[in-house]
């Protein structure tokens, strides 16, 4: 009996159930019928590849009917359907339904390409049951999975691999719970009321929101992969650094990594890829991030971001020998600015609020900073630690004050030290005090409200 797969799937099934009833039952139809494509498909000789079309197409119908319902039937007018005697159903949207989605179909076609020689029911449910990438990824592998959480040499506690997981999870949390949350308040604040805010303040809005996004996924990324390092398993690397990024291209090779993956090797490389010509290249591009865009939300605004997205990374190949030749610093100011202004659209209720908020920061009319942003950055910690160090400014200063250190500690770690990821082993004593500070911290910071952005998707 494959006792460690089963604790696994109970785990995901526990972590999963809190998520709302519906949603539950969701992921366990989802479960049911992928599994019986796949071992349809693992026990076929002919119509493989039909098998296959038919549960990528159902998946992808299931994805697209829970994000784009609501805006289909508010395009139906309420006399129309009371006329009918149609009662519109509540749809919650599942949580991590994305996720667990492209998983779904990543297992099938493993199955399909003989990546995976058996579909095995335990395996199955072990590898989309994993709870640490259950509802936000990374998108691991298939096959790659199942073979760590078969692997029995793992079933062996491994102190070095623990301290390395309390060491990832601790700084995860910490950039979640303190970095993030203190940038969501004050994003929110001028997403609630730019016609007050100024000038400055929708400049630096837009700069906290392009912060608040980064340590709510980078500190997931790491806590992801923290707790799986306990138990002895290694997660793909999902989140490098992208804010270091010289090109959007760079830019999407360093964010979300299993996911761009995935695009890439699910729509690109089918559609051609870079194989049929430039023109196909350039047209395979805007397909691809026309998807993404569909996929990480519904209506007009997330389309437009993906379609510049893909616009941009055109037109740098286009000028590929001259832009390579631009220094690099000049590179990284207009990859960083570019990001910025998209992820201004990204969180705007709609085209016409993205609009608007930006004509108003070109604007520069008023350069005066809002008492309401500033307040966004009065902690009890700030406070107290303003107090140890016998910093005593009027009340507006000292959350000037805060603000600027909380900015300049962003750029820091955006910019500066290597990637958690990429330096996980690395384990010195002022390391793990470090670890330990932001452990206890983010403890502190821990309440209710606090969600992920990507959860939602």
Sequence with gaps: MKLGPLLIIVSGLVFYYFAGKDSFVLLLISCAVNYLFALLISRMTKGKKTALII?????????????????????????????????????????????????????????????????????????????????????????????????????????????????????????????????????????TNPDIATSIDLILVMLFYTFEIYFDFSGYSDMAVGVSKMINIDLPLNFDSPYKAVSVRDFWRRWHVSLTGFFTEYIYFPLGGSRKGRIRTYINIMTVFLISGIWHGSGLVFILWGAIHGILQVLERLLDKVFIKIPKVIRWIYTFVSVNFLWLLFNSGSVRQWYSIVLKMIRFEDLTISKALLKSFRLPETSMLLDVFNINLPKNQNDLLILVLFTLAAFVICLIPKNNYRNQDKKTVLNMILAGLCLVWAVLCINASAVFIYQGF
């Design 55 to 191: 549960a990528v197409s159902v998946n992808a119908g299931l994805l697209l009917f829970y994000k784009y319902i609501h805006i289909i039937l508010g395009y139906i007018p309420n006399d129309v359907l009371s006329k009918a005697f149609v009662k519109v159903p509540e749809f919650a949207f599942p949580l991590g339904i994305s996720f667990f989605t492209f998983q779904q179909i990543m297992y099938v076609v493993n199955v399909y390409k003989g990546k995976i020689s058996k579909a095995d029911i335990t395996d199955y449910l072990a590898y989309i049951m994993y709870f640490p990438k259950l509802i936000m990824g990374p998108l691991a592998e298939p096959s790659d999975l199942i073979a760590q959480i078969n692997d029995l040499s793992k079933r062996r506690i491994n102190i070095d691999n623990i301290t390395t997981g309390i060491k990832l999870f601790s700084f995860g949390l910490f950039k979640k719970l303190v970095l993030a949350e203190t940038f969501k308040a004050a994003a929110d604040w001028g997403f």
